[in-house]
């Protein structure tokens, strides 16, 4: 069975601190993508990236950054220097590719304030 | 490119009465979703279209819960009667092919509902 977990409920930083969110996955399946959404305030989630199973290197954006470990099922999220706008709730998610009835689940959430 | 659109963005029910979210998906995407967000969890999923043809509807309350994708484009998801769990917001999805594919998911801004 699938699942994601985000053992982080809620992160406080000050500002410019780097921050790191959590993600440890479950699936049976060889071939698997993740996923890392943002949602702020106004609800709406906003697709950050996307990895699949077979791709290993660490992605870089700007302040963002992603370490996808299969040894330790882990694909975890940097903000380095965050800003107040980094505030929101992010979700790992992750999809597998054994059906063709192949569904996205999602972690419960971090909460992530940056502190001015 | 327009986005994921949805309505009402509000709505509040009283108990047992019925109520229906419409959503209008990325145009040429096949693969839409209904997902349910209590406050503080993740999206879970309710039921996933493959054009018209339902994919998954596991976690669907179907003795209250009901959903159509109209001619594989538009869709609606229906409750009635409305139970005081139902409290949520409603998020639509939709991506250009099925999870299977890695094809990330692009999400409306939701409908919360209310009842009470």
């Known amino acids: 069975a699938q699942k994601v977990t985000q053992a982080q409920t809620e992160i406080s930083v000050v500002e410019k601190e780097d921050v790191t969110l959590d993600c440890v996955y479950e699936t049976r399946d060889t071939t698997y993508y993740l996923f890392w959404y943002k949602q702020p305030p106004s609800g709406e989630l906003v697709f950050l990236i996307r990895?699949?199973?077979?791709?290993?290197q660490n992605e870089i954006s700007g302040r963002y950054s992603w370490n996808f470990q299969k040894s330790t099922s882990s694909f975890n999220f940097t903000i380095t220097a965050s800003q107040v706008v980094d505030s929101a709730v992010y979700f790992c998610?992750?999809?597998?590719?054994?059906?063709?009835?192949?569904?996205?689940?999602f972690g419960s959430g971090t909460r992530l304030s940056i502190r001015p | 490119e327009a986005g994921v659109a949805q309505s009402p963005r509000y709505k509040i029910i009283e108990k047992r009465q019925s109520v229906a979210f419409w959503c209008n998906p990325i145009?040429?995407?096949?693969?839409l979703y209904w997902y349910q967000q209590i406050l503080g969890q993740g999206p879970k999923l309710l039921i996933q279209?493959?054009?018209?043809?339902?994919?998954?509807d596991s976690q669907l309350p179907k003795d209250r819960f009901s959903a159509e994708r109209l001619k594989g484009v538009d869709s609606t998801l229906k409750i009635q009667p409305a139970k005081l769990e139902d409290s949520a917001v409603y998020l639509c999805?939709?991506?250009?092919?099925?999870?299977?594919?890695?094809?990330?998911?692009?999400f409306g801004q939701g409908t919360r509902l209310t009842v009470v």
């Open positions: 145009s040429g995407h096949a693969t």
């Open positions: 998610a992750l999809s597998d590719t054994y059906s063709s009835a192949s569904k996205i689940i």
């Open positions: 990895r699949n199973s077979f791709d290993e």
């Open positions: 279209f493959q054009n018209n043809g339902v994919v998954d």
């Open positions: 999805a939709s991506s250009l092919d099925r999870p299977a594919r890695g094809t990330e998911a692009f």
